[in-house]
């Protein structure tokens, strides 16, 4: 069975799950911040998403971080390494692409995460 969490944009969800996989997508909700604030606001709904699917930013297996202004790409890291923490056994594998995003939209980060064993 597919668990699936309803978001807000039409044709898709912003999270789903099928047995120990979870996949999750966000975005800020605020698009009027830079890069470094964005990409605080985005990880910490991608946070939530993982929780209501019964996982964790310590159970990602891989993210890809899409990037509107790769010249602020430090300005994500800053924002990412301070989330994800200073335990390298929590680092998952991730990809940053340049790319162009709808409107004021400056990072859009995708996961993929284990459920927690709990679940």
Partial sequence: MIDRIA???KGR???SAYKDLVFS????PDTSVGTKEQTRKTLEVI???LKELGSS???ILSAQVFIA???EKSQMDEAWCSWIGPDQANWPQRACLGV???GDVLVEVTVVAVRSPTC
């Fill in 7 to 9: 978001g807000i944009y």
């Fill in 13 to 15: 969800n912003k999270s």
């Fill in 25 to 28: 997508v966000a975005t800020s």
């Fill in 47 to 49: 946070s939530e998403n």
């Fill in 57 to 59: 930013k310590e159970n």
């Fill in 69 to 71: 202004k790769m010249n």
């Fill in 100 to 102: 162009e995003l709808e």
